[in-house]
Nanobody, 125 residues
């Protein structure tokens, strides 16, 4: 049973940076990892993904500002968020999955993942 725990959220001013972390446990195989965000009452939006082979994908809204990386040995996944904007305000969730043969669009979709963390709140004012 895969467990994911996020941390690093907080309240910042526009233009500042935050780094989110996700620690994973309960599995031994490499997995695809993703970061999603959601506003109350809205669907989850894929923000960034990193595949088992290290390939990364980003939503257009965060390209050039956000960066996803991982430490496979420590089972940690990071989301470096720079130049934050008020519209980045959301609950950010880490996700893990094992599906293969996915397109970039699919890797940013919820169907690619079957394990989710509880989330960490990011507020930008």
């Amino acid at each position: 049973h895969v467990q994911l725990v996020e941390s690093g959220g907080g309240s910042v001013q526009a233009g500042e940076s935050l780094t989110l972390s996700c620690v994973a446990s309960g599995y031994t195989l490499p997995m695809n990892m993703g970061w999603f965000r959601r506003l109350p009452g809205q669907e989850r939006e894929g923000v960034a993904a990193i595949a088992k082979d290290g390939k990364t994908d980003y939503a257009d809204s965060v390209k050039g500002r956000f960066s996803i990386s991982q430490d496979k040995f420590k089972k940690l996944v990071y989301l470096q968020m720079n130049s934050l904007k008020p519209e980045d305000t959301a609950m950010y969730h880490c996700a893990a999955g094992r599906r293969t043969g996915l397109t970039a669009s699919q890797r940013l979709g919820v169907m690619a993942y079957n394990s989710w963390g509880q989330g960490t709140q990011v507020t930008v004012s």
